[in-house]
């Protein structure tokens, strides 16, 4: 059992963690896309080339990320933590 102040790593986090629309959702899924890491070490444009995913998603996806101070395109690293707090807000 997590607590509001029990951390997450953000490292293989479910991309539920972003607050998209569920076509978004949906499209990242079916393109392989499934952890905020695997989202964030794509550009706009490697994105724009999945089939389903357009500027729409696109800026679903940004807004989503900003969010949680990530943005698309940069590097990655491991073991930054967000609050389970946020996991509860977006249930």
Same mark, same amino acid.
């Given at each position: ?34 952890? *905020? ?20 998603? *696109? ?18 690293? *491991?073991?930054?933590? *967000? ?9």
């Amino acid at each position: 059992m997590t607590n509001s102040n029990d951390v997450i790593n953000t490292d293989m986090a479910s991309l539920c963690y972003v607050e998209l629309k569920v076509r978004t959702w949906n499209q990242l899924r079916e393109n392989g896309v499934s952890t *905020i890491k695997d989202v964030m070490q794509k550009s706009e444009q490697e994105l724009m080339n999945f089939p389903g995913i357009g500027r729409h998603s *696109i800026n679903d996806l940004k807004e989503g990320l900003q969010e949680l101070n990530k943005k698309l395109g940069t590097n990655y690293w *491991i073991g930054e933590k *967000i609050p389970v707090q946020l996991e509860l807000e977006l249930k």
